[in-house]
Nanobody
Framework: QVQLVESGGGLVQAGGSLRLSCAASGPTFRIYRMGWYRQVPGKQRELVAAITNSGSTNYADSVKGRFTISRDNAKSTAYLQMNSLKPEDTAVYYC????????????WGQGPHVTVSS
């Protein structure tokens, strides 16, 4: 079973930066896509960014130009660099992995908190 372990969440002031990491273990050869979702209480989980194993990326409009997703296939690790953070970026951020190009993600991390203070 693939396991995803995130790190890097915390508290930051508006305008600051954070980097989230997501390390995969187990049969990581199964992972084609990796992504980051976020969720705030009372709202649906939303996709922030995703990346395939060939490096193709897509982003939510709300984070384009501020967030960058990357991936180190040799380390089976994905990253989310978050710059120019805003209070509305405050959420629980979940790493996700999937063996397919489309459809729901199969594997999920535990979700570190990111809090952006104004």
């Amino acid at each position: 079973q693939v396991q995803l372990v995130e790190s890097g969440g915390g508290l930051v002031q508006a305008g600051g930066s954070l980097r989230l990491s997501c390390a995969a273990s187990g049969p990581t050869f199964r992972i084609y896509r990796m992504g980051w979702y976020r969720q705030v209480p009372g709202k649906q989980r939303e996709l922030v960014a995703a990346i395939t194993n060939s490096g193709s990326t897509n982003y939510a409009d709300s984070v384009k130009g501020r967030f960058t997703i990357s991936r180190d296939n040799a380390k089976s690790t994905a990253y989310l660099q978050m710059n120019s953070l805003k209070p509305e970026d405050t959420a629980v951020y979940y790493c996700a992995g999937d063996s397919a190009a489309l459809g729901p993600f199969d594997y999920w991390g535990q979700g570190p908190h990111v809090t952006v203070s104004s």
